[in-house]
């Protein structure tokens, strides 16, 4: 068998019992011992027909489609470890575990619940012991003898379990009590279903809790996020550091603090003492024991909280375990912020409670986007999903997920068997909501017009002057209300999970306050945009991209009130200054309809406005007329003497006319006068920008690469400590290094420049360099090497709506992938090219043309092919795209070849290799001047 089974599976575990002693015992001989156990096992199991899955150590996992197989095998198994000779006496007992599911395989692995089972049942026996699951009990035959353990609680696991004991003929029948949880005092609730995720916190905080000082760890977070669970889990593993036991005690029903150490007293079974207090009943039982105390839902008796730092103080063996929102504050506490659940976690929560509710329900292609979305929108609470996930018995995800606005109202119905509180989750956030005093009731109100969050600035300025913000902030975020994260510049930023905010901005609401917040929000982020627009103009342009994405929400929500009360102004304030950053980070779509709604709602037409909607649009694809309105914004920008605006229109309208239309000379001039302004007004973004076109230039346009590098080099000189310059630099001079043969410092540049673009947050830019990486390889006769770059760069394109670039670089994949053979989809991204290329676009104009003809070519209409060749021969003739022109006239003259037209298409190669040779590509002049050659030599005769 070369894979393992599949369908209903039976696992097998076993594992050497004593390991350790039998290594102390035997030494130097443990070693053959081993393998004598592990050549006993093999050979049993392969006459079974098992599946090594694993074998590590002592232990073995194997795996059988029989249940049948299986358990002989096991028999078999502790029959041939019994009869054989050990030598000095060094008998090896193995204990061995099975059970019956249907494992998922991953990568040729068994993962799921089934297999934590096998494990489990397997770690609960004893030497010489077989173990059978109530599984797989039902799947055996009559040769088989089992003996009823009854059920027991498994460590890790949901419920009960019901165990058999195998019959061994010849070996013992009677062994000590299994290894489970029901021989250990404790009275940790079962778990009522699986547990989903959490593997990385149950690892953290298992190391807080097994610190050797670490007396108390409480684990704290947002009610619903999942403390309770987590908490139980831990106990669950803990059970062999605590011999005298782990005990749940919850404290829901407490409202009274001095009731706090009673209810551990009672949870432990210790009646009242004549003549004691029950601290001092509780003290004397648990002072020379070794017990853990889980003690839930702490925040509400937090005046109990030196009364157990007593006892603990008076017991050396016991330990705590806390969940409560807010930390108990003691010292020697250690504190765990329990994290909502993570993006696959919360999905795969969601499915198993989802089926669990109605056994029919799948995630499929359909409907996997929407369950992932409802899990996002929920924020990853756990109680929201085990809330929401019910619901499919009457609604399908999409359903759900268009109900989830008023996600309060809808999440309701828990399981009866909750406390109330869990039972909604309303109910869940108005527990901590009661707990705070009125002035943290107000402003926690009030932080609910924040989207995205709040910096302290931010929140001084809009909450109520009479309250104390910072220690407010601070309480809050210990009650678990709020969170803290560090922007980008290392400032804190206050938020809150979006179901917890939509109740405060509730609140707001229930008060009247609502309406005059999200006016005074809207006004202070239009001020805090125009600021950061400001900045960005000599500051760290950067820097105030990533302030402006971390107020991203903040930002939408001011637009959001300009639009639905009419306020043009404010609108278009926003708008203003914030286009840069749209086209910046690629927020193409959003820009564009937000400018274009703000212009025609206003009676102004700024300068900034104008080139905002000419960027924007240019972006988007839109190119119909854009010369003229760039050059009615330059106009606008002259008669209010703004430099900086003329900077951002010389800087367009030399793209316009170099990177659309091919007109290089043209568009030098302009980027040059844009240089003026922007190095006269010390607009840092819009310098680098003007001498980032002059060094694409060097690339599409007629100056030679030798001349092309100097350019490179001078500005390399000046570019000082400006990240993006020396970027741009970078980048285009290793296509210049390419076309003078040397790859492997081309590649090394482009690496440095793209990385350096990123890590300055210009993503469009950093995404197009996928251009300059297909030349690298073109030229280095591999373009089918960049296909991986260059379908990334797409995608980043498609999302941000973004058509100009993507156009370009379809073309380049359609030429990649026809490198490949992969015919159909160079077919594909061809016309993608060609749907997205804007009318005057010359390059993409080019690139979908030069790719068809090559297909039609291939599949033998020579005729169309050659026709489109010549198509794009024309239009190369008309623009200064020296390189591109080149490529055309060799794609011409290699259909023309194939038609048997060898004169002509030697004309056209001659063309192309005069081309190369003045720019100074010796790859392709090489290439073109082997195509020479072979159409120059005469025919083979016959």
Known sequence: MSEPPSGTVTLLFTDVEGSTRLLQRAGDAYAGLLA????????????????????????????????????????????????????????????????????????????????????????????????????????????????????????????????????????????????????????????????????????????????????????????????????????????????????????APVRDWELVIP????????????????????????????????LDNFEQVLPAAPAVAGLLASAPGLRMLATSRTPLRLAGERTYSVPPLGESESVNLFVERAHAADADFAVTDANAQDVAEICARLDGLPLAIELAAPRVRALSPAALLRRLDDRLKLLTGGAHDLDERQRTLRATIEWSYELLPDSERALFAQLGVFLGGCRQEAAEALCSADLDILDGLQSLVENSLLRRRADSDGEPRFWMLETIREYAFELLEREGDAEEARRRHAAYFAETAEALDVESRTGEHSAVLDRLDEERGNLRGALDWAREHGDADLRLRLAKSLWGFWAARGYVTEGRAVLVEALVASS????????????????????????????????????????????????????????????????????????????????????????????????????????????????????GDDPTIRAWCCVERSVLEAMRGDFALARELLADGARTLSEVGLRVWAANTAQEAFMIESLAGSPEAATGVLLSSYETFEEMGERGFRSTIAGFLADALYAQGEYAESARFSRTCEEAAAPDDALSQMLWRRSRAKLLAHEGDLERGEALAREAVQLGEKTDFENDHADALL???????????????????????????RKGNLPSLERAQQLAQELSAPLPSG
């Open 891 to 917: 794609d011409l003259a290699e259909i023309l070849a194939v038609r048997g037209r060898r004169a002509e298409a030697l004309t056209e190669t001659e063309g192309a290799a005069r081309r190369y040779e």
């Open 36 to 251: 004598d156990h592990r050549r006993l096992l093999r050979e049993v199991f392969a006459r079974h027909r098992g599946f090594e899955m694993d074998s590590e150590g002592d232990a073995f996992f194997v795996a059988f489609e029989s249940a049948n197989d299986a358990v002989a095998a096991a028999a078999d198994a502790q029959a041939a470890l019994a009869q054989h000779d050990w030598p000095d006496g060094n008998e090896v007992r193995v204990r061995i575990g099975l059970h019956t599911g249907e494992p998922r395989a991953v990568d040729g692995r068994y993962v799921g619940l089934v297999v934590h089972a096998a494990a489990r049942i397997m770690a609960a026996g004893h030497g010489g012991q077989v173990l059978v699951s109530q599984s797989t009990r039902p799947l055996l035959d009559d040769r088989f003898q089992l003996r009823d353990l009854g059920a027991h609680r498994l460590k890790d696991l949901p419920g009960t379990q019901q165990l058999y004991q195998l019959h061994v003929e010849g070996q013992p029948a009677d062994f000590p009590p299994l290894k489970t949880l029901d021989h250990r005092p404790t009275n940790l609730p079962i778990e009522p279903n699986a547990f989903i995720g959490r593997t990385r916190e149950l690892k953290e905080a298992w190391a807080l809790l097994t610190r050797a000082d670490a007396r108390l760890l409480t684990l704290t977070g947002t009610g619903g996020g999942g403390k309770t669970r987590l908490a139980l889990r831990l106990a669950a593993g803990a059970e062999e550091r605590f011999p005298n036991g782990i005990f749940f005690v919850s404290l």
């Open 604 to 719: 102004e037409r700024p300068a900034r406005a104008l080139l905002g909607s000419c960027m924007l649009r240019l972006l988007g694809g839109d190119t119909e007329g854009l010369a003229q309105d760039v050059e009615e914004a330059l106009q606008a920008a002259e008669e209010v003497g703004d430099d900086f605006s003329l900077a951002q229109a010389w800087n367009l309208l030399g793209r316009i006319r170099g990177s659309l239309r091919g007109e290089f000379a043209q568009a030098e001039n302009a980027w040059l006068q844009a240089l003026t302004y922007a190095e006269r007004g010390g607009f840092a973004a819009e310098r680098a920008e003007s001498i980032g076109w002059l060094l694409i230039s060097t690339i599409f346009g007629p100056l030679p690469a030798e001349e092309g590098i100097a350019r490179c080099k001078e500005f390399l000189d000046v570019a």
């Open 263 to 294: 209810s551990i007293a009672q949870t432990l079974g210790l009646r009242e003492q004549p003549g004691e207090t029950p601290l001092e009943t509780l003290t004397e039982y648990v002072r020379d024991r070794r017990i853990l105390l889980l």
